[in-house]
């Protein structure tokens, strides 16, 4: 890779990362009018700190302890995974459609189908992914509204992190769909 393709990297990684965090403090202004009372509590200042702390280091450094049990667990969960991209629509539901390919990346390279995925890939997602299955994580997903924004920004920080190994994936997938048997005609032969 390139210095230049490191920067863009980079530099897609801040814009995303600083648009979930703005998205946070916008989140939290409406929410705190719209839910003082449940809200009340919650320091704008100590999410926004955890916040910070979600970036490509912090990634990469969970993603080195993931095991073969934590990618199994994924593909066991993967159903409660959809379930909480899909019950949110903040910045976590925004990211449905690369939760599922995060999803089926995992899937794929588990069952043996996907062969062409680094171990490093296949680790980054599966941390990204358990960390949305984890309602006690950095900030807890039982505060309204804004307990899923963490998980939205490691999500976001691992789809830049993964960016060209998902469109290898993604290119793969859909070559092998367009090569699977018609289960109409199938059955005929």
């Known amino acids: 890779m390139t210095s230049d393709d490191s920067s863009t990297r980079r530099q897609k990684l801040k814009a995303r990362l600083h648009a979930v965090k703005r998205h946070v403090a916008e989140t939290?202004?409406?929410a705190k009018a719209q839910w003082a009372e449940r809200l009340g509590s919650i320091d704008q200042e100590a999410v926004q700190e955890k916040l910070e702390t979600i970036d490509e280091e912090f990634v990469e450094k969970r993603a080195r302890d993931v095991t073969d049990e934590d990618v199994q667990t994924v593909v066991e969960e993967s159903k409660q995974i959809e379930q909480r991209f899909r019950e949110h629509?903040?910045?976590?539901?925004?990211?449905?459609?690369?939760?599922?390919?995060?999803?089926?990346?995992?899937?794929?390279?588990?069952?043996?189908?996907?062969?062409?995925?680094?171990?490093?890939?296949?680790?980054?997602?599966?941390?990204?992914?358990l960390y949305v299955l984890n309602p006690l994580d950095l900030i807890?997903?039982?505060?309204?509204?804004?307990?899923?924004?963490?998980?939205?920004?490691?999500?976001?920080?691992?789809?830049?992190?993964?960016?060209?190994?998902?469109?290898?994936y993604r290119a793969w997938r859909d070559r092998a769909l367009l090569n699977a048997p018609d289960p109409d005609t199938s059955d005929e032969e």
């Open 140 to 168: 807890p997903d039982a505060l309204p509204i804004i307990g899923v924004i963490d998980d939205a920004a490691v999500v976001s920080v691992c789809l830049v992190l993964l960016e060209q190994d998902l469109k290898a």
């Open 28 to 30: 939290a202004s409406a």
């Open 89 to 129: 629509d903040g910045p976590l539901g925004r990211l449905w459609d690369d939760g599922r390919l995060l999803l089926g990346l995992v899937r794929d390279a588990w069952h043996g189908r996907y062969r062409a995925v680094p171990k490093w890939t296949l680790t980054a997602a599966t941390f990204a992914l």
